[in-house]
């Protein structure tokens, strides 16, 4: 049976919706997924995979890679068993207008690109837990790690695409805006706002669940005059993100399988710290 021609990943395929060969500003958005997806070699294979609650996992034969959760869209179409289905396949996913078959579509994507011998020549940083002041232990991230260059500058504009953990932060050091789908938060902002307060921001974090919604490539070309941090597990840790002007991906690496398949296919285990190991790139600048 051939891997990557197989029934399995027919719907794969076929719910890869994009067109690439339209132009927006002569790059077209799906350039940005064609790219990524092109760069998984042809020869390797989907051991197994899972679309959890609120987590996601793919597994394959360089290892696995995973993804948050996104639910919505349009309607399911890759109903198939995608298992022993090439991962370029399934990788083809990212593109599909139905955000479940986007997560698994991330989550393959990352099970090539979080590979730490493909991440060690870029510079890659590996997070280790530290102890907070509250005695709960975490690893510091991206927003810590810019924070004493955000408070120098002083009264800088910060924009934060999705509610993260102790996100209000921020607001103690410079001017923020939080932009959100679902506001419930006091700071948040809708994200439809993004059109007016991202070009104006001096630092824009964004989750890497854009990515799976399709609205990554619209705000990184708003945040061209920003320094640009790509957040979460969601986000694919490949250098062809910094040609679209990413500066830094604070992503992750899966660091124990066994551990990241119970807690998605669970709802519960610790993830992070556990599962996980947050990894960073940066852009090396010329």
């Known amino acids: 049976m051939e891997r990557s021609e197989n029934n399995t990943c027919s719907n794969a395929r076929e719910a890869e919706t994009g067109d690439s060969s339209g132009t927006l500003q002569n790059r077209s958005p799906w350039e940005f997924y ?14 197994d995979y899972c679309l959890g609650t609120h987590w996601s996992y793919v597994e394959a034969d360089c290892g696995m890679g995973v993804s948050f959760t996104c639910k919505g869209g349009a309607k399911r179409q ?6 022993r289905c090439s991962l370029r396949a399934m ?7 139905c955000f479940e078959e986007a997560t698994l579509g991330v989550a393959a994507l990352n099970a090539y690109y979080a590979q730490k011998h493909l991440l060690d020549p870029l510079g890659a940083v590996y ?3 530290v102890e907070r002041p509250d005695g709960t232990v975490r690893s510091k991230d991206a927003f810590e790690l810019y924070r004493p260059r955000i408070a120098a500058q002083g009264n800088a504009n910060v924009v934060v695409v999705g509610h993260f953990p102790h996100v209000d932060r921020i607001a103690e050091y410079a001017n923020l805006t939080v932009l959100e789908r679902n506001c419930s938060q006091p700071l948040d902002t809708p994200d439809p706002a993004c059109e007016y307060v991202v070009p104006m921001a001096d630092y824009a974090f964004v989750t890497g669940v854009t990515i799976i919604n399709k609205t990554a490539p619209r705000l990184l070309d708003l ?16 250098s062809q993100l910094f040609d679209r002007g990413v500066d830094m991906l ?5 660091a124990d399988p066994e551990k990241a398949r119970f807690a998605v296919k ?20 010329a």
Not at 250 to 254: D, H, M, R
Not at 267 to 281: C, D
Request: net charge positive; glycine share 8%.
């Open 34 to 47: 064609d790219l990524l997806i092109k760069g998984i070699p042809e020869d390797l294979a989907v051991h």
């Open 78 to 83: 890759a109903k198939n068993d995608l298992r």
């Open 91 to 97: 990788a083809q996913l990212a593109k599909s207008w």
């Open 127 to 129: 997070d280790e837990p």
């Open 223 to 238: 945040a061209k005059n920003a320094t640009t941090v790509m957040v979460g597990p969601s986000v694919v840790m490949s």
């Open 250 to 254: 604070a992503g992750s690496v899966v």
């Open 266 to 285: 669970s709802g519960a285990g610790q993830f992070f710290g556990e599962a996980l190991q947050m990894t960073s790139i940066t852009r090396k600048r």
